[in-house]
């Protein structure tokens, strides 16, 4: 019995839920039911009245475009309710599903312009990019350049670096040997001005002795002519 109770329980929630899903996929909503509509481009304005006869007040004048949603349909008119909230008649004939193609090409129209206005902005910024890129390839150009002439300025350097070394060594080693040279010098002026003098003094001696020597046989010959005199005298 239990088991039976639960299957018709069971059975009846099923009913239930296929019912609920009935309603819910098959019925049409009051959301469903209301339609969009356009008022179409066959006429310059259309008169929206407050009934279905010509002698109605018109309450609104509806410009082609104009959406509306559709409320019912009676003797080739339709009750529509506007945006705003305002309800009124219109002749059917002035309605379409589909927005008019006035409408539609303003609208692309627009569309074209604002791809239009857009590719020459891309464009612009694409001029831009190419001359930023120009200008940047120039500049990495020159870099490049100045790049080169420091590495050849740094290797002349660095030449310039080891040959000033090598002839500092070579100008350190000359003044090394130009030392020595003075000193070398030096020793040889002393050993010159030392001789110099021993032979001044050696010129001095020999000319005190060739003097003496003179005196000598000058007064000796001297005498001697005396003598002769004298015994030339004594004849």
Not at 92 to 104: A, K, N, Q, V
Not at 194 to 206: A, D, G, Q, V
């Amino acid at each position: 019995m239990a088991i039976q109770k639960q299957t018709r329980l069971t059975a009846g929630v099923i009913r239930l839920l296929g019912l609920t899903m009935f309603f819910t996929v098959w019925l049409p909503s009051s959301d469903a039911q209301a339609t969009t509509l356009y008022v179409s481009d066959t006429t310059l304005e259309a008169n929206l009245r407050t009934g279905t006869r010509m002698e109605h007040r018109i309450i609104g004048m509806l410009r082609p475009g104009t959406r509306v949603t559709l409320v019912r349909e009676q003797d080739g008119w339709a009750e529509v309710t506007l945006e705003d909230g305002r309800t009124g008649w219109i002749l059917s004939r002035y309605l379409s599903e589909r927005p008019p193609w006035r409408m539609t090409a303003e609208k692309l129209q627009a569309e074209n312009d604002e791809l239009k206005a857009r590719l020459r902005q891309i464009q612009s910024e694409h001029g831009k990019l190419v001359r930023e890129n120009n200008a940047l390839k120039k500049q990495m150009d020159t870099e490049q350049r100045e790049l080169q002439t420091v590495r050849q300025d740094y290797d002349e350097l660095k030449n310039s670096a080891s040959n000033y070394l090598n002839l500092k060594m070579a100008y350190e080693n000359l003044q090394a040997e130009a030392r020595q040279s003075k000193a070398k010098l030096v020793e040889v002026q002393k050993a010159y001005d030392k001789l110099k003098m021993s032979s001044n003094i050696r010129w001095f001696l020999s000319g005190a002795g060739v003097l003496l020597l003179g005196w000598i046989v000058g007064s000796y010959m001297a005498r001697m002519r005396r003598r002769r005199s004298g015994d030339y005298y004594k004849l």
